[in-house]
């Protein structure tokens, strides 16, 4: 919305020019959904408080979080409408990608919701079956999936990149009925092993922050293209720098702009961060989780990032994982590979206090994101 004012406006004041470059639209997005976060989650909390919308613990989980019965959920809700005004704010709303990838986040949030609303309503763990919840998201993301490859805005493949592999020495190009329900499980996929994740106290935020911020330098980096002025002989001249071209990496134009998406997210991860560090003071429940999960899982496709987002989503994988791994081994052998899944618990249930088990999950979110970083140059 301000993007389109005050570029309408630029050439009747030149300074508003410098809403035309990504990068300053970034720290703006990131800026605004942080105040936003800071302004509003001391009311929200009380109003949640007020409503009596509180956590609702597991039977079997660790003895120490039943101390957490009652501490106000669906905190997640102030992250989606942070991230969404900030995005509607400054981002280019023409931009088909931007679009695409604001409705998944929203339609997961939605599914979230009505989770936490049926989990406290009927003051059980057990919220929106497993099965209805998959088949929703599966639908949601077939749809836009089917939006990307039958319309004209979207410049997309079903061309699948290796990591520290050059685009022109290796892609593989996959039948659209590969690539489609591929594509599905990645978007899925992530967004249920960040709600595996959300277990602890500012466990699942740190590493969304993290991913958020590396996708913010993918996105930018698959997309833009840089112009400068030469003058040759007395003639002055336009070249253009192709950023993906050059560091080898997927080209696709116009994912720039989810950069803004991007650090809109981290803005309002970070204000949500400063109010569900331990001791947590509000929980972002399933709206949050499935929704920020969604969000980064359709980054990785729209971005050409699918396998790479494998280390990026290191955490969230293992997390997933260690629940599979837990399930499967249980209905084969009758035994318990972990102490309790996810991961987090089995650690908890071996007696680490939960702001080391945090940190040190937060520090390897951290390594796993500048590895694929080092992917962008080691080519």
Not at 151 to 161: C, M
Not at 333 to 347: C, E
Not at 352 to 368: C, G, Q, S, Y
């Amino acid at each position: 919305m301000l993007f389109e004012l005050f570029f309408w406006l630029k050439d009747e004041f030149s300074p508003l020019n410098v809403f035309r470059y990504v990068s300053f639209r970034v720290v703006a997005a990131m800026m605004t959904s942080l105040l936003i976060s800071f302004m509003l989650y001391p009311w929200f909390i009380k109003k949640l408080q007020s409503q009596q919308i509180g956590q609702v613990i597991r039977d079997d989980g660790p003895d120490s979080h039943f101390d957490k019965e009652g501490t106000p959920t669906m905190g997640g809700v102030l992250i989606l409408f942070a991230v969404v005004i900030s995005t509607l704010l400054w981002a280019d709303l023409k931009n088909p990608y931007v679009g695409v990838v604001l409705a998944v986040t929203v339609c997961f949030a939605v599914v979230g919701f009505l989770d936490d609303f049926l989990k406290v309503r009927q003051e059980s763990s057990a919220g929106l079956s497993g099965k209805m919840r998959l088949c929703i998201e599966f639908g949601v993301v077939f749809l836009m999936m089917m939006v990307m490859f039958h319309t004209n805005a979207f410049d997309y493949s079903t061309e699948l990149y290796l990591p520290f592999v050059a685009t022109d020495r290796f892609s593989l190009t996959l039948p659209l009925w590969v690539y489609v329900p591929f594509a599905m499980v990645v978007i899925v996929g992530t967004a249920n092993a960040v709600n595996l994740t959300d277990g602890l106290d500012g466990l699942a935020i740190g590493p969304v922050i993290v991913a958020a911020g590396t996708f913010l330098i993918l996105s930018w980096s698959a997309g833009t293209v840089l112009q400068q002025e030469v003058v040759v002989d007395g003639q002055r001249y336009l070249q253009q720098f192709d950023i993906a071209e050059y560091l080898m990496i997927p080209d696709v134009d116009g994912v720039q702009e989810l950069a803004i998406f991007c650090a809109a997210i981290i803005g309002a991860g970070a204000g949500f961060l400063w109010y569900n560090s331990f001791p947590a003071q509000v929980f972002m429940g399933d709206v949050g989780s499935l929704s920020l999960g969604g969000a980064l899982g359709t980054l990785a496709v729209v971005t050409k990032h699918e396998l790479l987002s494998a280390i990026i989503f290191g955490i969230f994988l293992v997390e997933a994982l260690s629940v599979i791994t837990q399930t499967v081994s249980y209905k084969l052998t009758g035994k318990r590979v972990f102490k309790m899944a996810p991961i987090h618990h089995h650690f908890e249930m071996k007696g680490w206090p939960e702001p080391k088990i945090i940190v040190r999950f937060w520090i390897i979110a951290i390594m796993l994101s500048l590895i694929a970083l080092m992917s962008l140059k080691l080519r």
